[in-house]
Structure formats: C-alpha cells, structure tokens
C-alpha cells in the first residue's frame, strides 16, 4: 500500500526537495510543488540531484508550481517556511480531495492551527525532524548526517495512513515513529530554536561565539527555560534536562552553525521569528506568564527583519 500512495510536497526547498526526492527513489508517485522559478527549471531539466550519505545522484521527480498541480494526492507534506504556508495551501487548496491528509514538519508551534483553514482538523499530521537539508542551488539538495522524525495526528488518533507513510519514510532513509508524545518534542524543539535561532539572529553570531561568553551561554538556557515553563503550564511533559544536554551538546560540537534564522536574515528573507519566540510570547500571554527573554529577541528579530527586508525590496 504505502508504494502505491501518492505523495504531493508543498515546498519544495531543502527539506521538501530532500523527502520528496528519496521517496520517489523508492517508487511512490511524488509530486514536488514550489515557486521558485530557477529551481523548478533545474529540476524538470536534469532531475532533482540528492547528495546525501547514500551518494550523489540525480532523481527524476516532477515538478509545477501549485496552481499548476491537478493530481490529488494521499498526502500532503507542507515544507514551505511558516509565513508562506497560508499562500501556499491557498493555491493548492484545488488539490485537497475527501481523503487527502496533510502533514507539517515545519519549525515552531501552531502547525496544525496554520493548516486548519484548509483541512478538516482529523486529516492534519504534526510532528517534527531532525533531519538537515540544505539547498546547495537550484536543483541540487545536499543533506549529511543521521536525523528522524516524530510524527502524529493533530487530534491523537490512530491512522492507517500515517502508519503508512512513516514506514514510506522509513524505508527511504528517513526513520520515522508514530508519537502519541509528538507534542513534547514540538516544544523541547521550539525551546532549542528559540535560543539559538534568536540568539544569533539577534547577535549574528554563530553558535561558537555564545559558547565562548559564559554570559551568553547562560542567557540561551534562560531563554529555553522560558519557553520549557510555558509547555509545562499548559500541560505538555517537556523534560529540561534533555533539551539541557543537547543544548550543550550544539554549544560544544556546532560551534560553526549558523542557525536558519541568522542565515535568513543574511539573505534578506523573512525568518520564522513569528511561529518560535513569538508563538511562545503569545502562548505565554494567554497563560499570564512572563517571557521576557523571549518578547525581547522576538521584537529584536522582528526589528532587524524589517530593516533587512526593506534593505532587500529596495524600499
Ligand atoms: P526552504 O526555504 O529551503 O524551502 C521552502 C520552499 O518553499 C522554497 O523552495 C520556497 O520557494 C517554497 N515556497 C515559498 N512560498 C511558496 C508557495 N506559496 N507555494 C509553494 N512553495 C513555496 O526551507 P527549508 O529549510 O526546507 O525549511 C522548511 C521547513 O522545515 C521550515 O519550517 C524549517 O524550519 C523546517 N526545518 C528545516 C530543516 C533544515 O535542515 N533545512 C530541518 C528541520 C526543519
């Protein structure tokens, strides 16, 4: 069964490319859905090039922008960036049919709140990844090193189909496990990212340098532990000593990171600010609880976000 599902990608960037390649490597009918006009051109011209451990090679993958998709798939994986999901599902809404499910493995809180305009609340997926990916240019996706994925109906209930596609994943190299807990490691994500994205975004440092400042260091755990005392006040079992060790973990191994805030705004594009520290500074509010770290780096970021993208749209 899991051969036979058609697989629809929204998004189809760095991880998008990346799922949707090594599952049409295996034979599933995979349709990639974007809008960059130079990617979409690589990829309908020489295949999708995937560089992973497995090798480098090149997969033949179809490609549209979302307008142009007309086969409904089983499956709809949302890869876009968090503020672009709305537009995106807006002009795939055509391929939503009664029995289409739709997954988000984005970043940040709010996953399935994003996707519930557009699909009934019992056909959403959340989870979460740990798999890289990156966009080494147009057509070509580069991911090294392990990773996997936590997965789960948005409203907790057992579902043929995603047993299916995690077994699909599985078997394309990407692990991936049914969580009925899959909340819990949304959260102990977003307390990561919401220190070390902020953090160097707001700094433009790299992971090294608030390795380096003991006061930094500090600072990104008290950030995380903001984020970690809201999940608990609203009833998610998040365990601090584990999003602890692997905060230190990151300060200690990934000192050359640049987390995917900080390279966004580089470039000048939006960063997804609005669904980590500013989900948690709106989560918080409605529990009464005080973020100020969290409202800090999030009006930080918003701030330099403003002034880059003004810098980018010439304004
Ligand atoms: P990306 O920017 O590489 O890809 C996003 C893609 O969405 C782009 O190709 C863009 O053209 C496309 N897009 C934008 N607007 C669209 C629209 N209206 N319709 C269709 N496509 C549209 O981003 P990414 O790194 O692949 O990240 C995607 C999500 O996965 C983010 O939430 C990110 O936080 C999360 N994530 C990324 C990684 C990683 O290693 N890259 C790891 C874990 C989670």
């Known amino acids: 069964m899991a051969m036979s599902m058609k697989v629809a990608v929204l998004g189809a960037g760095a991880m ?52 142009a998709a007309r086969e409904t798939p089983d499956w709809l994986l949302v890869f876009t960036k968090t503020g672009d999901t709305a537009r995106a599902l ?35 997926a959340v989870g979460v990844t740990t798999v890289p990916s990156d966009l080494a240019g147009p057509g070509h996706v580069r991911s090294h090193g392990a990773g996997s994925i936590r997965l789960m109906m948005a409203q907790g209930q057992d579902d043929a189909t995603l047993r ?65 005392q809201v999940a608990r006040a609203s009833g998610v079992a998040v365990q601090p000593e584990r999003v602890h060790a692997t905060m230190a973990h990151a300060l200690e191994h990934h000192g050359a990171h640049q987390p995917s805030m900080l390279q966004d705004l580089l470039a000048g594009r939006r960063t997804e600010i609005d669904a980590i520290n500013g989900a948690v500074v709106r989560a918080a509010e409605a529990l009464g609880q005080p973020v100020p770290r969290n409202r800090t780096l999030a009006t930080l970021v918003r701030l330099i976000e403003g002034r880059t993208l003004a810098a980018t749209s010439g304004a």
């Not at 006009?37 to 490609?63: F, M, Y």
């Not at 009664?98 to 305009?117: C, F, I, K, M």
């Not at 596609?165 to 919401?194: C, H, R, S, T, Y």
Request: charged share 20%; hydrophobic share 50%; aromatic share 4%.
């Open 16 to 67: 998008g490319s990346l799922f949707g390649g090594l599952l049409a490597e295996q034979g599933l009918a995979v349709q990639l859905l974007d809008v960059n006009p130079a990617h979409i051109a690589a990829v309908q011209a020489e295949g999708l090039r995937l560089e992973t451990d497995r090798g480098d090679r090149r997969v033949a993958v179809p490609i549209c922008r979302p307008e």
């Open 164 to 228: 299916q596609l995690a077994e699909a994943l599985g078997a394309a190299g990407l692990p991936a496990e049914v969580d009925p807990m899959v909340g819990v490691a949304i959260w102990e994500k977003v307390a990561f990212n919401a220190a070390f994205n902020a953090l160097c975004a707001g700094s433009g440092c790299r992971v090294g340098a608030l390795a380096a400042l003991p006061e930094a260091r500090a600072l990104a755990f008290e950030v995380a532990d903001e984020v970690l």
């Open 90 to 124: 807006a002009s795939a809404a055509h391929l939503l049919g009664p029995q289409t499910r739709v997954l988000s493995l984005q970043n940040g809180l709010g996953g399935a709140d994003r996707l519930a305009e557009w699909v009934p609340a019992g056909r959403i």
